[in-house]
Structure formats: structure tokens, C-alpha cells
């Protein structure tokens, strides 16, 4: 016999509906920076992130080249916590401790690992960053806003 439909008394449906809303968010959003084809920049994370520390040929740190760093930062974590990563490291050997190269190999699966089971905040968090330092540079390169220097 089926259960009614007004038996369950939990939230069960907060955690798919933040889900559903999040990413419906972030498809929304990305899909409107795409078809504005304004401000719109392709670039290596990294590279930016390091050169946006650099003003006028002098260091310097300012809302913007932290941002930037962040990203990329959220980014690597999200990169090298996934099983896939995980995998390319440790996975295909049947001894660890046959060889000094499978010895390391080991400690970095073990790294990874530890890493791995955050996976899924670093997913969620380097998506929002994303999101968040496209929105940035879009508003300072529209001039909406400055970037702050900080020194």
C-alpha cells in the first residue's frame, strides 16, 4: 500500500531545491554573458591572477587581483580533489610498496584523498567564484564600478 503523499514531516526537498535553484542561477546568468558578447574576455586564469597583482609595473593588491586569486585558488582545489584525479595518481598498481615511484605515488593518492572528500563544497564554491569574478570584471570593465586598490 502506498504512503500518502503528506506522510514525510522533514525538509527533505531544501537541499534539490537550493540544487535546482543555484545552478538554474548560474545557467541563467552565463547564458545572458554569452549572448551579450559584451565585455567579454577569454583569458588563463592563473596568468591573469598573477598580472593583476602588477600596476603600472609595480606590485600592488587591489579587490580585483584578489578576486582573482581566489578563483583560481577554488578552482585547483576543485581540480585536484575529483576521483578522476584521484585515479591518475594511485590507481593501476597492485603494490604500492614495490618501488620507491609506487611509494610516492601512494603519498600523493593519499594527499588527493584527503582532498576528494570535499569535492563536492569545492564544486559548489568554485562555481559561485566563477559566477562571482565574471560578474566583476564585467562591471568594472563597463565602468560601473572601480577596482578598489587596496596598496
Not at 514525510?8 to 526537498?13: A, L, N, P, Q
Not at 548560474?26 to 591572477?49: C, K, M, P
Request: glycine fraction near 8%; charge should be positive.
Amino acid at each position: 500500500m502506498p504512503l500518502p503523499l503528506n506522510s514525510r514531516r522533514d525538509t527533505w526537498w531544501i537541499r534539490p531545491l537550493l540544487t535546482v535553484l543555484v545552478l538554474g542561477s548560474f545557467v541563467i546568468y552565463a547564458t545572458w554573458r554569452g549572448l551579450e558578447n559584451q565585455f567579454f574576455f577569454i583569458f588563463i586564469l592563473s596568468y591573469d591572477a598573477i598580472s593583476a597583482f602588477f600596476f603600472d609595473g609595480r606590485f600592488g593588491i587591489a579587490l580585483g587581483s584578489l578576486i582573482f586569486a581566489v578563483n583560481v585558488v577554488l578552482l585547483v582545489l576543485y581540480t585536484f580533489s575529483c576521483h578522476s584525479f584521484r585515479h591518475l595518481i594511485g590507481g593501476g598498481l597492485n603494490c604500492y610498496s614495490c618501488s620507491l615511484a609506487n611509494t610516492t605515488r601512494y603519498g600523493f593518492w593519499n594527499r588527493v584523498s584527503l582532498l576528494n572528500a570535499r569535492h563536492g563544497l569545492f564544486a559548489w564554491c568554485s562555481l559561485v567564484s566563477v559566477a562571482l569574478t565574471d560578474l566583476y570584471v564585467r562591471l568594472v570593465a563597463s565602468g560601473t564600478i572601480q577596482d578598489v586598490r587596496l596598496f
